[in-house]
C-alpha cells in the first residue's frame, strides 16, 4: 500500500515507533517463547507463543511491508525457506510452475529436486522472451516464478509486461526482489502478486545473518501465507529479526554505494583486455527495463576459459571469495564451482569461465585496482 513517507523514511520508522514501555528509540530483541494470559483464552498483550508471533518480527514485518507497499509480510529463518512456503500455499500436487531458466542454484534444486517429488513441476523459459512465456503459458500453469536481476546471469525481466500475461493466463506471479530490493524496484507496483526476498543479502546487509520474507498486497493470501509460517515453523530467531531491521535502516544509501562502486568496475571491466563479456543491468545497450539503477551485482566471462577465471577467483585481496552476495564488504565466486555447482552438466549450467561479483562499498578505486591486479594473474 502506498505511503505518503519517502523509502529512506519508511525504512527508518516504519514498524519502529520508540518501545512504549520504556521509550526506547530502537525496537527491543524480544527474546522470549511464551507470553503470558490474563485468564484463559485472555492474551496479555496480543502474543500467545513465538513461533505464531514475536514483537522483534512484527516491527520488521511491518517494515517490510511499508517498503515493498504490500499490506502484509511473513518472514522466514531462510530465502529458500520463504520459496517454500510460498509454492506450498499458492500450488498443490500436480500443478506446474514457470521459473526462469537462469536462476539462483539453490531455486533451482528446490523446485527441480525437492516440489517435484511432492508433484509439482517446474518448467525453465527465458523470461526475458515474453514469446517464449506466452508458448509455455499455452499449457497452464498455476505459477510464475520471476527472478530479476538473474543471477548470474543478471538478466532483467519486464515486470508489467510478464505480470499482464501471466494473469491473462490465470497464474500468479511470484518476484525474487532480492538482487534489486525496493530501493530499484517495487514489483508489488508493477503487478506482481508476491515479492520474496533472501534477507540474508542487501536487506540485512552484513553478512551476519541468515533470513527470508515474502510480501503480497492480497490480503486472503497473506493469511494463507502467514498460517503455513506459523504451521510449518521455519521463522526467524527475534535477534536475526532484529539485526535485519537494523539492516534496512541504512539500505536506501547502502545501495546508492553499491550502484555507484559497480557502475565504475563495469567501465573497468569493458575495457579489460582479460575480460570477454560483462553481464550488468543496462549494460551495451541491455534493458534495465523498470530498475531505477543497475544494483550491486556484476558477472564478466575471463579471457582464456575456466582457468583464467579461477585464477582471478584467487587472487584478489579485497573481494572476499566466498558465496552469498549483498554484504557491504566485496565478494567474488565461480558459479560454475560454487553457488551453480549443482547444474554442470544440464541445460541450465552457467559458462565455466563466469565470473560473478558481489561490489561492496569499499572505496572504488580500491577495489578496481584488486580486480586489475588479479586479471593480470598477479598472486595476492
Avoid at 526462469?100 to 511432492?118: C, E, M, S
Avoid at 527475534?238 to 541504512?250: E, H, S, V
Avoid at 546508492?256 to 571491466?269: P, S, T
Amino acid at each position: 500500500m502506498k505511503s505518503a513517507y519517502g523509502f529512506a523514511t519508511l525504512a527508518i520508522h516504519a514498524g519502529q515507533a520508540a518501545d512504549p514501555a520504556t521509550g526506547a528509540v530502537t525496537p527491543p530483541i524480544y527474546q522470549t517463547s511464551t507470553y503470558k494470559h490474563d485468564r484463559v483464552g485472555e492474551l496479555c498483550g496480543g502474543y500467545e507463543y513465538s513461533r505464531a508471533g514475536n514483537p522483534t518480527r512484527t516491527a520488521l514485518e511491518q517494515c517490510l511491508t511499508a517498503i515493498e507497499h504490500g499490506t502484509r509480510a511473513v518472514t522466514f529463518s531462510s530465502g529458500l525457506a520463504a520459496e517454500d512456503c510460498v509454492i506450498r500455499t499458492i500450488c498443490t500436487p500436480g500443478d506446474r510452475i514457470i521459473m526462469p531458466n537462469d536462476a539462483y542454484g539453490g531455486t533451482i534444486r528446490l523446485f527441480t529436486k525437492v516440489l517435484a517429488t511432492w508433484g509439482v513441476e517446474a518448467v525453465p523459459v527465458d523470461l526475458t522472451n515474453l514469446a517464449a512465456l506466452q508458448q509455455a503459458l499455452s499449457v497452464p500453469a498455476r505459477l510464475v516464478w520471476c527472478e530479476t536481476p538473474t543471477n548470474p546471469l543478471l538478466k532483467v525481466t519486464d515486470i508489467s509486461a510478464l505480470s499482464d500475461i501471466c494473469h491473462a493466463a490465470g497464474a500468479l506471479v511470484v518476484v525474487d526482489n532480492t538482487f534489486a530490493t525496493p530501493v530499484l524496484q517495487q514489483p508489488l507496483t508493477l503487478g506482481a502478486d508476491v515479492v520474496m526476498h533472501s534477507t540474508t543479502k542487501y536487506i540485512g546487509g552484513h553478512s551476519d545473518l541468515i533470513g527470508g520474507a515474502l510480501i503480497t498486497n492480497d490480503s486472503e493470501l497473506g493469511e494463507r501465507l502467514h498460517f503455513h509460517q506459523f504451521a510449518d515453523g521455519a521463522i526467524p530467531s527475534p535477534f536475526d529479526a532484529w539485526l535485519t531491521l537494523r539492516g534496512i535502516k541504512t539500505l536506501d544509501v547502502r545501495m546508492a554505494r553499491h550502484c555507484d562502486n559497480a557502475q565504475a568496475i563495469v567501465r573497468f571491466l569493458g575495457e579489460h583486455h582479460a575480460v570477454d563479456k560483462v553481464f550488468y543491468p543496462g549494460h551495451d545497450g541491455a534493458d534495465s527495463h523498470q530498475m531505477r539503477r543497475g544494483g550491486g551485482m556484476i558477472s564478466f566471462l575471463a579471457s582464456g576459459g575456466e582457468s583464467a577465471a579461477r585464477t582471478v577467483c584467487e587472487n584478489t585481496t579485497l573481494f572476499t571469495l566466498a558465496e552469498s552476495l549483498g554484504g557491504v564488504e566485496s565478494l567474488i565466486e565461480l558459479p560454475a564451482q560454487m553457488t551453480h555447482a549443482g547444474l554442470r552438466g544440464t541445460k541450465l549450467e552457467v559458462p565455466s569461465n563466469l565470473v560473478r561479483l558481489s561490489v561492496g562499498i569499499e572505496s572504488p578505486d580500491d577495489l578496481i585496482a584488486d580486480l586489475d591486479k588479479a586479471l593480470s594473474g598477479s598472486p595476492r
